[in-house]
């Protein structure tokens, strides 16, 4: 055929919709879409031709970058993930006044953000971003082992004896999952959780009170809710609220280890002088570590048992350049202080409860922080979390833990 392009759209109704009628009335509508050339006729090919070069011409002229979601801006694959038109055309449109919207909205610029700016340097935080960014997206429904376990299970029909032993396997991981499910933290009652979700409910952002130095609103007590990322205030708070029951325990802010890794030792040299702070007069030191703006872990230095742990909620090799540099820390503010230094042994990766999705990481460091602060076996986990979630909320509400 000496026809180069033919392009038919048909609506829902079945009737053929087009931008050029002139050949064959009977096919044009009211209201004619512009969206298609109708080719039907090889007499016509020639001017059909002529219609397409000049449409592509009016385009290549006209066109600019489109404001909609399915837009075809070419230059898109050349800017992918750099903060600029992308975000605006492929932000998820929200309705208006829809607050959860709005902060799932926010959610996901913090998701851009990270995979725009920040840049792995080291193997471990590639794993991390590994884990939150992945290289393909992960199916919303695949909540639990149990959905996994059902979507991705086959059956061989050729190999029955397989089969069997898959389905024992199965019908044991779907048992202990359901074991896990239940929380063995006693939850909130009516009365308490009433107070939470009264917050959590609320439209107004506004400033509940102050405490530590630190200014609590509602859209703080709000990142506690199931599903979000738990923010530097609400983290800071909670640890202040530990240390505050255990006088033993020191925590430090959760920008002090971002200094001390960014600065060095100078950038945090004044912090404990400025704090009249003795690091060596506490027993145990907790150290909230952020990683790529994505990832909270903990480091926990130990003065009673000379040594430096880091407790991560994903598993990993550990963060051994993390607990070095807090060793590090140590051994200059011994040479201010004029104490005799400690020789710290090192743990970049201990045992410790994993969480099982992408936004539990700063709740299992809080609950971390509180176990060891108060010498408690990590005996939590991930089926705990919706529990813990409701009871540090109340705990920040009341400005005290629950015994």
């Given at each position: 055929?000496?026809?180069?392009?033919?392009i038919?759209?048909?609506?829902?109704?079945?009737?053929?919709?087009?931008d050029?009628?002139?050949?064959?009335?009977?096919?044009?509508?009211?209201?004619?879409?512009n969206?298609s050339?109708?080719?039907?006729?090889?007499s016509?090919?020639?001017?059909?031709?002529?219609?397409?070069?000049?449409?592509i011409?009016?385009?290549?002229?006209?066109?600019?970058?489109?404001?909609?979601?399915?837009?075809?801006?070419?230059?898109?694959?050349?800017?992918?993930?750099q903060?600029?038109?992308?975000?605006?055309?492929?932000?998820?449109?929200?309705?208006?006044?829809?607050?959860?919207?709005?902060?799932?909205?926010?959610?996901?610029?913090?998701?851009l953000?990270?995979?725009?700016?920040?840049?792995?340097?080291?193997?471990y935080?590639?794993?991390?971003?590994?884990?939150?960014?992945?290289?393909?997206?992960?199916?919303?429904?695949?909540?639990?082992?149990?959905?996994?376990l059902?979507?991705?299970?086959?059956?061989?029909?050729?190999?029955?004896?397989?089969?069997?032993?898959?389905?024992?396997?199965?019908?044991?991981?779907?048992?202990?999952?359901r074991?896990?499910?239940?929380?063995?933290?006693?939850?909130?009652?009516?009365?308490?959780?009433?107070?939470?979700?009264?917050?959590?409910?609320?439209?107004?952002?506004?400033?509940?009170?102050?405490?530590?130095?630190?200014?609590?609103?509602v859209?703080?007590?709000?990142?506690?809710?199931?599903?979000?990322?738990?923010?530097?205030?609400i983290?800071?708070?909670?640890?202040?609220?530990?240390?505050?029951?255990?006088?033993?325990?020191?925590a430090w802010t959760?920008?002090f280890?971002?200094?001390?890794?960014?600065?060095?030792?100078?950038?945090?040299?004044?912090?404990?002088?400025?704090?009249?702070?003795?690091?060596?007069?506490?027993d145990?030191?907790?150290?909230?570590?952020?990683?790529?703006?994505?990832?909270?872990?903990?480091?926990?230095?130990?003065?009673?048992?000379?040594?430096?742990?880091?407790?991560?909620?994903?598993?990993?090799?550990?963060?051994?350049?993390?607990?070095?540099?807090?060793?590090?820390?140590?051994?200059?503010?011994?040479?201010?202080?004029?104490?005799?230094?400690?020789?710290?042994?090192?743990?970049?990766?201990?045992?410790?409860?994993?969480?099982?999705n992408?936004?539990?990481?700063?709740?299992?460091?809080?609950?971390?922080?509180?176990y060891?602060?108060?010498?408690?076996?990590?005996?939590?986990?991930?089926?705990?979390?919706?529990?813990?979630?409701?009871?540090?909320?109340?705990?920040?509400l009341?400005?005290?833990?629950?015994?």
């Open positions: 055929s000496d026809s180069d392009l033919e038919i759209a048909v609506n829902q109704l079945g009737k053929v919709t087009n050029y009628h002139i050949l064959h009335h009977h096919y044009a509508t009211p209201n004619p879409i969206n050339i109708l080719v039907d006729d090889p016509n090919r020639n001017t059909l031709r002529s219609l397409v070069t000049k449409r011409q009016e385009y290549s002229h006209n066109s600019t970058p489109s404001n909609y979601q399915y837009g075809t801006d070419f230059l898109i694959s050349k800017t992918f993930l903060k600029s038109n992308y975000q605006d055309h492929y932000r998820p449109v929200r309705p208006q006044h829809d607050e959860d919207a709005e902060e799932e909205a926010e959610d996901y610029d913090d998701l953000n990270l995979t725009i700016h920040e840049t792995p340097t080291k193997k935080h590639q794993s991390i971003l590994n884990y939150y960014v992945p290289s393909k997206p992960i199916s919303s429904t695949n909540y639990s082992i149990l959905d996994s059902i979507s991705n299970f086959f059956i061989d029909k050729q190999a029955s004896s397989q089969y069997e032993k898959s389905h024992l396997k199965t019908q044991d991981a779907v048992t202990k999952n074991i896990q499910s239940l929380s063995k933290i006693t939850p909130l009652d009516n009365s308490q959780l009433s107070q939470v979700m009264n917050i959590w409910n609320s439209r107004i952002n506004k400033q509940l009170f102050s405490i530590f130095q630190i200014d609590v609103f859209d703080d007590l709000k990142t506690l809710r199931d599903g979000k990322w738990l923010n530097d205030n983290i800071d708070l909670y640890l202040n609220l530990i240390t505050d029951s255990t006088p033993k325990t020191y959760t920008h280890f971002t200094t001390l890794q960014d600065k060095g030792y100078q950038g945090v040299a004044r912090w404990a002088k400025r704090r009249k702070l003795n690091v060596y007069e506490k145990i030191i907790l150290v909230p570590i952020n990683i790529m703006n994505t990832h909270w872990a903990l480091a926990v230095i130990n003065n009673v048992e000379q040594k430096i742990e880091y407790l991560d909620s994903l598993s990993s090799n550990g963060n051994i350049n993390a607990i070095k540099l807090l060793s590090n820390y140590m051994s200059l503010e011994a040479d201010r202080l004029g104490k005799p230094k400690i020789q710290y042994q090192l743990f970049p990766s201990v045992k410790t409860p994993q969480q099982a992408g936004y539990d990481c700063g709740v299992f460091t809080c609950t971390a922080a509180r060891v602060a108060e010498k408690s076996a990590l005996t939590y986990s991930q089926s705990d979390m919706k529990v813990i979630r409701r009871i540090m909320a109340y705990e920040i009341t400005k005290k833990l629950i015994e």
